[in-house]
């Protein structure tokens, strides 16, 4: 190598670190709130707000955000190969501003009242989830469940879904929701499938 070519390519190092150090500077990595690791995933919390969230630490919060709240909840099993997207916390309400039709709105009212009564079927606490298999629900059709629910209390439901989250190889970009303040219902959704749908 000549001393020309040697210079050239000092400069195109030069050049390729700086432009790599700006690029580091306006896309900051995102950082576990928690370890400080960086990380893909977020969480989004009762209040709406994204929190960058390690995985493990993102299927802890999310674990305890479920058994701290005090709100019954449904929830369909997730299925991350075939909905990819999002595991998603929906009230009635949300819903309605989701565009979801009344008769699956008013299901997912219909499937909470059921839990009222109702025992855990794995360890006989007092029932607050309704639990469906994967094969129960075909998004976004709450209205044509048929199946009869597990009834589960919030322990037994975490420990049934987070073998799936630690499983699936998704960055929860802004999938994974915390529970919010008031009943709903967990699900997968495929955003892409509303324009086909509707
Ligand atoms: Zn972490
Ligand atoms: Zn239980």
């Given at each position: ?185 967990f699900h997968v959704q495929e955003f ?7």
């Amino acid at each position: 190598m000549d001393f020309e070519a040697l210079t050239i390519s000092i400069y195109v190092l030069a050049g390729g670190t700086v432009l790599f150090s700006l690029v580091r500077f306006f896309i900051k990595p995102k950082i576990c709130a928690v370890c400080g690791i960086e990380t893909e995933d977020e969480y989004r919390d009762k209040d709406d707000k994204c929190v960058p969230l390690c995985k493990n630490h993102l299927i802890e919060r999310w674990k305890e955000g479920v058994v701290s709240s005090p709100y019954t909840m449904a929830a369909i099993e997730p299925d991350f190969v075939k909905y990819p997207h999002a595991y998603l916390y929906a009230t009635v309400a949300r819903l309605k501003e989701w565009n979801y039709k009344k008769e699956d709105q008013d299901a997912v009212s219909a499937i909470l009242d059921s839990v009222e009564g109702k025992m855990c079927n794995i360890c006989g606490s007092r029932a607050t989830v309704a639990y469906f298999n994967k094969e129960d629900f075909i998004s976004p059709f709450f209205a044509k469940i048929s199946a009869q629910p597990t009834f589960l209390c919030k322990g037994c439901f975490v420990k049934r879904v987070e073998q799936f989250l630690s499983d699936s190889s998704l960055d929860f970009g802004e999938g994974l929701y915390a529970p919010t303040n008031d009943k709903g219902v967990f699900h997968v959704q495929e955003f892409h499938a509303y324009s086909k749908i509707w």
